[in-house]
Each structure stands twice: as C-alpha cells, then as structure tokens.
C-alpha cells in the first residue's frame, strides 16, 4: 500500500490537487468509475442475468450493458423472458454472424447502437459530438423516466424477436434487395453495397471514415423499413422499399443527420400505409415522380418491368426524370441499357450532342456541364441531377431522339449505332457548310476526353474558344479542345509542344511550335498566329501566312475562317480543325 501510494504522489506531484479532485468527483465524467450492480431485492441471477466473471475479470462491454438492460426492462414490466432470448434466441439469430473472436459481443452492440439511435430520432433527439455511454442512452430511452419507454421497449424487442423464425436471413435480405442489375429485388448501389443490411449493420454501425458513416444514413432508413414491414405486417413491401430507395438516392442534399427524426418517423409511416405524401422532408421532385411512376404502372402493368431495370441502373438510381413516362419507356429502356455501358460512354459524348444541345449551362457562368467518357458521377449530373423534370428538358429530349433512333436502328451492334448517329450528324452539318462548335464536339472525339464534361466557353457562350476540364476547376491543366483537336488530326507531332493550359478561359492560350516558339491559336474569327521572336522564323511566317491568305493582326497574324451569320452569330462555313491541322503541317515541314 505504502509503495502505491508513493507511486501516486510521484505520479502526480506536479499536478494542482483541485483540478485532480474535480476529476475526481465529476458527475458525468469521472476519471475513475466503478461497475456497481446492487442485487439485494433484485431477484435471483438468472432473471436478471448479470454474467459476473468468477475469475475476477472486469465485465465486457456488452456484458456491462446487457446486465444494466436487462434492469431497465425489469422496471419496466411486459418483457419478463427477455434475459432468456438474448442468452438464448437472439444470440442465435447473431451467431452466424460472429467474428474471430468467435462471440458476438460487438455485433449484439453495434445492432442495439443502431436501434437506440432509431429510438433516440424518434423522440426527436440528435447526439452531438459528446460520447455518452451506451448505458446512459439505454436508461434515457427505456427508462420509466421517457414517456416511450415502452414503445421504444417493443421495438427493440420486435427488431430481435422478428428474426427468430426466419431461419435464413441472407436468403431473406437477397429477397428484398440486390447489388447487381440482373435477379429481382431492389438494387442497392456504392462501393461496399450489400443486400444483407442485417449483417451490415452488425458488422459496422457506428464505424466513421473521416466524416461519412460506414453504415450510411439511406442504408439506416432501408433497415429500419424492413422492421417497420415486418413488425406491421404491411402489404406491399417490394413495391414500397423501391419507392423508398429510388427516394433516398434523390435526397442526399437532405440526407443528413439533422434530419433524421424527421425522416424516421416519415419512413415508418410510409412504409405502414404507403402513402408517399407522408414523405415531406425528402426530394420533393422524386416524391412527385414515384406518384406518376405508380401511375403509369396502373395504367400500363406491362411496363412495369422496363420502369424496374432504369431505376437500378447506377447512373439513374431510380431518377427517370430523363424519360418521358409513357410507353415509349418500354424501347428507350432496353436502348439506354445498351448505350450507357461504361465502354460505350466515349461514344454516347458524341451520339447524344449529335441527337441535341443537352448540355448544362449555369446561371451568370460561362461553364458548361456535359458527359464524360469515363465517369458516372457525371452522368448522374447530367441525367438526373436532383429530378427536375424542368431543368432536364433538354437532355430528356436529346436523350430520347437518340434512344429511339438506336432502337429502330438497324445496325448489328451499338457501336455501329453510336457512330452512325454522330457520323450523320456531321455529315448533315458538313453537306450544309455549317461548322459550328456542335459540329466540331461531334466530329472529333478529341474535344470531348475530358474526364468531368465540363467546359468553359469565352465570353459565357459556347463558340470557337473553349476550355476541355479534366478536373473541376480551371487552375488546373486542361486542354482547349480546338488546340487539341488540330494537334491531334495533325499527327501529335513531337515539334509542337503538348498543349496543356491553365487559367480563365478568356485568357489567350498559344500552342506553341517547340523549336521556333511559334504559337497558334483558336479565335471566334479563325486561326491566329504569332511569331516566336527569332527574326529569320518571323520571315519565314510572314511568307507562309500571306500565302495561306492570312492578315496582319495585334497579336500577329490572323488567318479568317469564312464564315455566314445564323440568327446574328457567325458560323463557320470550312471545317476549321482541318484547316489548323493543314497550317500546323506546312509550320513544321518550313522548319518552324
């Protein structure tokens, strides 16, 4: 004791005795705290099974909680074999679940986590950053003190005793849902998608990466309809949970926790009446939507399967907001299915502008949202954005003269359908010499590699000086997809330096020759060209641009595109790529 002791005072000599006695003795969180079970009057152990350790050993934490529970739900009445079943039937319900430690102590915590948490929404509450013990919690909700403790009470028990009977619940989830587009069920989309939500939730609720939870929020709401069905009994389920998952993908602008008591309860009476009304605090446009989807099965039941495989496929994720819901839905379904596998997207850049101006422009910006050849993500931005039938207009035109011309199309495969519709388009604008930057986009799959879709067009329009975004912002490399484009039909000739730019898309970007420094660039007029100082290159320009037909200009020289006006803007009449690439050739083969 006397060694002990001295030890403390080594410990904590340089320490103010004060602020270490208010550690001591704070009422929330002491620094030193004691498992106290008293179990006089209590009854015998195994009513109230507190599993002490005869070895000494502390209690786990799910022992010291299972054992505080268990005395919450004696006061509370109504529940008298409940130390039985989670010794006994829930443990088994768990058991296939267990983890190396072959116990299924942490998954028995991570279940009651989430539906303490579920409870604590329902009466309107949202932890904060504090911890709070899971006993605290427990005794907050179950505890005579909560006017709900007995609901709450009877859902925890519900959510157990519902499996019991069920003697496979994988089989069980992969009824309901599922991670790929083919089987029936619901399809569930993201990186560690599951159709078992039981086992997930066991496996990481509570779990946080950096600020996003492992078991997300839209996977919590599709859990806890699951129990609300099977403690409710309610008619419909498949129908419901679709609705329900084509919803919570709409909403993760309101997706927060915040919002959580609200979506809870709202869920919980969606899925006991399917009235879709109840669901107010979600995307309203995707609320909107499943109303008219209901419809249109009523009106046309054999649709209903071509409505089921857009809404899983993982770019729509249940926005069809790009679809006219009629029963051209049934063609365009099976062609956008074809069209929009990830080998194809490079193609469907070009075949979708070719069917019309899809594009997103933005508000007092002069960029612009496309597709991408390589991205859902962006995609998703393009096709479904957050349902706004009115915002998509365009593109769900755009989109459906394509789907139908691929569907009637008799081409043996997509590729050949994706080609010729662009092929078309261009030969179309070509034969009436009109070259505008639609023209160009579609012609030259060079203009269209950047990976998010998004361009920046001088002057806020989309004309002869365009920026091609790898990444979101333009502080970052990027190509302009006219250089680009000449360079590429020139050969990518290792004379010219590779044209990568930064900067605002006003910003005057040269592509420069690598020995001379001779630049070229787009202009809404045409081709110009400056010298790169050396007066012996500035002579041999000066000849090549007079011959070419070129005028001197501030920067240097500029060589016009002819062009005719359409509705007041000029377009150009030649194809303005091939006449940069022809420029850039004779630049070289001059030694420039």
Known sequence: MLVTIDAIASRFADENPD?????????????????????????????????????GKPLTEFEAFKASLGQLVGEAGGFEDFGHKIDGDWTDVLWPYRGENNIVDDEFMRYFDFLMEVCEWRDGLVRSGDTVTPEKRAKALFGISNPRHHEHLSFMHGAFQTWVAEPNLKDYFESLFKTTLDSDGVRLFGANATSDLFHACCDRYGDVRGTTRAFSLTDTLLLLAVLVHRQHETE?????????????????????????????NEVTTFIQTGDLDALTTFNKNQVNEEKAKQDLRIQNAELARAVERLEDHPILRGTLACFDLDPSIAHRASAFEAAFNPDQWPLVTGALLASGEYQRGFQDSDRFQFGSPTTDSVWRSVLVDRGDRGALARAREALGTMLDVIAESHATNIEEKLIGIAGEFAKSRADREFFDWRYHLVRYPEMREGNTGIYFGAGGALGYEMTMLRRKVQRSYYRDAYLYAIWSEAGRPVEVNDPWFYGYSTTPRWMELARSGVGMRSVEAGIALRSGGSSSDEDTLEAL????GAQPCEAGWLLRIPQADHASDPVDTVDRVQVGAEILRDLISNGL
């Open 545 to 548: 641009c007079k011959d070419a």
């Open 19 to 55: 602020d270490l006695w208010d550690r001591l003795t704070d009422a929330e969180n002491p620094a030193i705290w004691f498992q106290l079970l008293p179990i006089d009057n209590m009854g015998a152990a195994e009513d109230l099974y507190i599993k002490m350790n005869s070895r």
């Open 236 to 264: 419909d389920v498949a129908a419901r949970l679709r609705s329900l998952r084509n919803i919570n993908e709409a909403s993760q602008f309101e997706m927060r926790v915040t919002n959580m008591p609200k979506f809870v």
